[in-house]
């Protein structure tokens, strides 16, 4: 039985690659540069961030990475907003795995304002619990890091209840404590969390 799901945006809920494809040739374009046939292949799993720096680094792009995705998602914003439709039957799909008690979650390459503003126009935003954006996880669809996150979130409510019953048999509180990667190289982030765990332990609470 399938208890959860993880679904890509751009070209498995909406309809969007297309716009993507074309918006990096039109952005190549605009700069008088033409476009590699595999440019659309290549963009498809990068982050944002990563999608500025191959144009930069592959194409001779002068503008920052900052500069490049302001200008990318200035170019699609607008069809994300008012036109890019559903797959189709997806809105069927997944009210059918919402009946059978699928937890569902979205890992996309797409930056979050995009991904809210199609997925609440075409009212999907109820079907899933969290969404996962490449750019705040910090790594593209070419590494695990977005999908190890949506299966934790997805798994998470289950694993909890078994940590809890076993515990509970020796009288000990437990409490679950989710870390990534960017938490523990950041040394603010890393403090917060230290004091996290101490307070816990310091009332008898299992991290």
């Known amino acids: 039985m399938i208890k959860g799901a993880i679904f890509d945006m751009d070209g498995t809920l909406i309809d969007s690659m297309p716009l993507w494809e074309d918006c990096g040739r039109a952005f190549l374009s605009a700069r008088g540069i033409t476009a590699r046939d595999d440019l659309g292949e290549t963009l498809k799993s990068l982050s944002m961030e990563q999608t500025a720096n191959y144009l930069r680094d592959a194409y001779g792009i002068s503008e920052t990475t900052s500069e490049i995705i302001e200008m990318i998602n200035g170019m699609v914003t607008d069809a994300y907003q008012r036109t890019i439709p559903l797959k189709r039957d997806i809105a069927a799909f997944l009210e059918r795995l919402r009946q059978a008690d699928v937890r569902m979650c979205v ?89 996290t765990l101490s307070r816990l332990l310091s009332l008898s609470v299992i991290p």
Do not use: W
Not at 136 to 154: H, N, S, W, Y
């Open 107 to 195: 890992a996309t390459a797409t930056d979050r304002p995009l991904v809210e503003a199609a997925l609440g126009r075409l009212d999907l935003l109820p079907f899933f619990e969290r969404i996962f954006t490449c750019s705040e996880v910090g790594a593209g669809k070419d590494r695990p890091d977005i999908f190890e996150q949506a299966c934790a979130a997805l798994g998470q409510s289950e694993l909890m209840y078994v940590y809890d019953k076993c515990f509970s048999e020796y009288n000990h509180n437990v409490a679950q404590v989710l870390l990534t990667r960017d938490i523990i190289e950041d040394a603010r982030r890393k403090e917060n969390v230290t004091n």
